[in-house]
């Protein structure tokens, strides 16, 4: 499957941005999909998570209340809503497709290209 991550751009604190990620080549709903980041000079971390059905969700401790995963699996897509953005939220997001129910990147077999999300203070 191919995935095209987009929404990121430079923003203040304070601030929401809806992330998308549109699949493509094999049949999405078989998948769960994450969405992961990665911060300048950090490994890339696990963000969220949502099962194939959208039923489970799960988050990074840091982000949670803050955050929002969805999916839509008639437009084959997952949207991450980011509420209250901060300076460390800054990175690059990923979007990636596992055939488990997992946090972990190397369960992840299919990444995209990943959308850079900027908040300055």
């Known amino acids: 499957v191919q995935l095209q991550a987009s929404g990121g751009g430079l923003v203040q604190a304070g601030d929401s941005l809806r992330l998308s990620c549109a699949a493509s080549?094999?049949?999405?709903?078989?998948?769960?999909m994450g969405w992961f980041r990665q911060a300048p000079g950090k490994e890339r971390e696990f963000v969220a998570r949502i099962s194939w059905n959208g039923r489970l969700t799960s988050f990074l401790e840091s982000v949670k209340g803050r955050f929002t995963i969805s999916r839509d699996n008639g437009k084959d897509a997952i949207y991450l809503q980011i509420n209250s953005l901060k300076p460390e939220d800054t990175a690059v997001y990923y979007c990636a497709a596992a055939y488990r129910n997992s946090e972990s990147p190397s369960d992840y077999d299919y990444w995209g290209q990943g959308t850079l999300v900027t908040v300055s203070s």
């Open positions: 080549g094999r049949t999405f709903r078989n998948y769960y």
